[in-house]
């Protein structure tokens, strides 16, 4: 019984096949997490600007609750919606 050599083209094929698939992969992961980290940094910014212009002492007992709950009613949201995206 002899094992058929595999030919050259497919070797190329499956070879730049992975590689495309993974420069894609990173590409659109690191995309992702860009723009988290400047979501952060836009967050951060308001409050820091918040802070030099003494809002935070105006508004800053209201403010944190409502941020807060608005952060954690999106996490949830998103959180859900993905458990859900596991069984459609």
Same mark, same amino acid.
């Given at each position: 019984?002899?094992? &058929?050599?595999?030919?050259? *083209?497919?070797? +190329?094929?499956?070879?730049? $096949?992975?590689?495309?698939?993974?420069?894609?992969?990173?590409? =659109?992961?690191?995309?992702? *997490?860009?723009?988290?980290?400047? #979501?952060?940094?836009?967050? $951060?910014? %308001?409050?820091? /600007? =918040?802070?030099?212009? &003494?809002? %935070?002492?105006?508004? @800053?007992?209201? %403010?944190?609750? %409502? =941020?807060? +709950? /608005?952060? @954690?009613?999106?996490? /949830? #949201?998103?959180?859900? *919606?993905?458990? /859900?995206?596991?069984?459609?």
């Amino acid at each position: 019984m002899f094992i &058929k050599q595999p030919r050259v *083209e497919s070797l +190329y094929n499956l070879l730049t $096949f992975s590689l495309t698939f993974l420069i894609t992969f990173i590409l =659109a992961s690191s995309g992702v *997490e860009l723009g988290q980290l400047a #979501f952060i940094g836009l967050v $951060f910014g %308001a409050l820091t /600007a =918040a802070r030099r212009i &003494k809002l %935070a002492s105006v508004i @800053g007992h209201r %403010a944190l609750p %409502a =941020a807060t +709950y /608005a952060i @954690g009613i999106l996490a /949830a #949201f998103w959180f859900f *919606e993905r458990l /859900a995206g596991f069984w459609m």
